[in-house]
């Protein structure tokens, strides 16, 4: 089985779902490596591109992802992680899900509940 | 509210996710204009980056996407769609979600339900 990373340019997007509850977390991106350490680690690697450089979930909150399933889409170039969120919250501002904001006409609601506050969890 | 288009090269990551059941149907693209037609008009419109235009999801199967809720990520560079996928499939290959095979050792397995047979569907 081989990803289209080359016709991906090299990432594909990966979506990471909450096994148990179904609750869509974060999408971000992988490339060749970062997949190949999430399938034989069993943790979420990313690849970041703010960073270019692999992006251990977790490595700095402590808060990894371990993963239970991985699907593969149609087109092979997108991938979709059923992942136990370690800490409850896999959004870096302290939400459950990155997808906390829910849209309302011309705004936004907070419809998620906050589980941390990323002050005390990261050292920046 | 706006999204970052620009810092995303003009296309944002959109995740439709089915409304009732929590299954992740499929991961697409949309442009400002794709956006703003999806808020506007209550239906899924994504950008295609092969045919380069417009895709009104379901324009030529019939099966649309009937959007109920939409949710945006800490960054404002991908949406996440609550829909109800007209037809019971979302994925072209006749598949309820794209992301119908799963990782298993070195290959991949089909775990989901053929709804409907593509070359009924299309005319191609």
Redo the contacts between chains.
Sequence with gaps: ?KLNFEKAGGLV?A?A?DAD????L??AWMNEEAFEET?KTGRAVYFSRSRNRLWRKGEESGHYQEVR???????LD?V?LKVTQKGGAA???G?ES??????AG???QI?GEKIFDPSEVYNR
Excluded at 69 to 75: A, L, N, S
């Design positions: 089985m997007s979506i779902q509850t179904g609750t869509v974060m999408i399938v399933e991985i699907f593969v889409d149609c087109d997108a979709l959004c870096h501002e939400y990155c997808f906390f904001r829910r849209v011309d705004g936004l419809v």
